[in-house]
Nanobody, 124 residues
Framework: VQLQASGGGLVQAGGSLRLSCTTS????????MGWFRQAPGKERDFVAAISWDGRTTYYADSVKGRFTISSDNGKNTVYLQVNNLKPEDTAVYYCGARIYYRGTYYIAEDYDFWGQGTLVTVSS
């Protein structure tokens, strides 16, 4: 399975971006996906996740009401709409896939495959 993340960039506080993660190499719609982020010198933190069928979503408290995760199985893509960005949202954003359904959605070590990351920089 290969994951390709895109959509990051430099935005001012209050701005928006849409991150995309396209999957290839296996049927997309059969496993859960998630977004994590990692700021310099910090661990990779959970941001949002979506169930294999797209019906259930999960969010970190820090992004609830501002970020929205969604999926388009026909395009093998999961999206993260990020609104009302804050400087503390600055990080490399990674998408992951839980192919083997290990563990739980908010633990990075339970994800089996990762994209290369896309950088989001929010200026104040």
């Amino acid at each position: 399975v290969q994951l390709q993340a895109s959509g990051g960039g430099l935005v001012q506080a209050g701005g928006s971006l849409r991150l995309s993660c396209t999957t290839s190499g296996r049927t997309f719609g059969s496993y859960p996906m998630g977004w994590f982020r990692q700021a310099p010198g910090k661990e990779r933190d959970f941001v949002a996740a979506i169930s294999w069928d797209g019906r259930t979503t999960y969010y970190a408290d820090s992004v609830k009401g501002r970020f929205t995760i969604s999926s388009d199985n026909g395009k093998n893509t999961v999206y993260l709409q990020v609104n009302n960005l804050k400087p503390e949202d600055t990080a490399v954003y990674y998408c992951g896939a839980r192919i083997y359904y290990r563990g739980t959605y908010y633990i990075a070590e339970d994800y089996d495959f990762w994209g290369q990351g896309t950088l989001v920089t929010v200026s104040s």
